[in-house]
T-cell receptor, first 116, second 118 residues
Framework: NAGVTQTPKFRVLKTGQSMTLLCAQDMNHEYMYWYRQDPGMGLRLIHYSVGEGTTAKGEVPDGYNVSRLKKQNFLLGLESAAPSQTSVYFC???????????????FGQGTRLTVV | AQSVTQLDSQVPVFEEAPVELRCNYSSSVSVYLFWYVQYPNQGLQLLLKYLSGSTLVKGINGFEAEFNKSQTSFHLRKPSVHISDTAEYFCAVSEANAGGTSYGKLTFGQGTILTVHP
């Protein structure tokens, strides 16, 4: 059981380049999320999705786009990378047990992105 | 909107000593509470969670936490730590929303680095 898988694990981009981070989960979870982790700031929500074909903005969405064409996949895109986007990116998924009772989130191993 | 404050950015402790990692939160609605652990160069792993019921929650690896609603705290404790507990620990909250619109979104604290010395 793979859980949440992120690709790639590491990437170095030049300023202005674009890239897509892929997240795949095999737990049939409805909800998926992208967070970024920066030293001393914990994790902050970039975008999230509550189901196939839906996306919504989180706390720090600027400079990122997302798509969820299939329930198991959640893509994070950087159209024009900037040094401020140097970070570790985590994908996560979870599901609802109904009546607003959510479960914990399951996290991938992370993608370390450096923009030079 | 919620916020989470982890009161200590770093906690050094000797092996077999007890430890407490402190977490306070602020929210205008009821919340669910979580502690996650991150080992170097890895993802986040759930240690324990409070959804409802007993305010004393036991998790993996001998950790426990107590939800104190009046003090809006969720401190993590372990009576005797091991070298292998060296990691970064994150406290997180999500809204407990009967309408289901919080969608499990998490607000994290800044993290506490626990270093266990021999």
């Amino acid at each position: 059981n793979a859980g949440v898988t992120q690709t790639p694990k590491f990437r170095v981009l030049k300023t202005g380049q674009s890239m897509t981070l892929l997240c795949a989960q095999d737990m049939n979870h409805e909800y998926m999320y992208w967070y970024r982790q920066d030293p001393g700031m914990g994790l902050r929500l970039i975008h999230y999705s509550v189901g196939e074909g839906t996306t919504a903005k989180g706390e720090v969405p600027d400079g990122y786009n997302v798509s969820r064409l299939k329930k198991q996949n959640f893509l994070l895109g950087l159209e024009s990378a900037a040094p401020s986007q140097t970070s570790v990116y985590f994908c996560a998924s979870s599901f609802s047990r109904g009546q607003g009772m959510n479960t914990e989130a399951f996290f991938g191993q992370g993608t370390r992105l450096t923009v030079v | 909107a919620q916020s989470v404050t982890q009161l200590d950015s770093q906690v050094p402790v000797f092996e077999e000593a007890p430890v407490e990692l402190r977490c306070n939160y602020s929210s205008s609605v009821s919340v669910y509470l979580f502690w996650y652990v991150q080992y170097p160069n890895q993802g986040l792993q759930l240690l324990l969670k409070y959804l409802s019921g007993s305010t004393l929650v036991k998790g993996i690896n001998g950790f426990e936490a107590e939800f104190n609603k009046s003090q809006t705290s969720f401190h993590l404790r372990k009576p005797s730590v091991h070298i292998s507990d060296t990691a970064e620990y994150f406290c997180a909250v999500s809204e407990a929303n009967a309408g289901g619109t919080s969608y499990g979104k998490l607000t994290f604290g800044q993290g506490t680095i626990l270093t266990v010395h021999p």
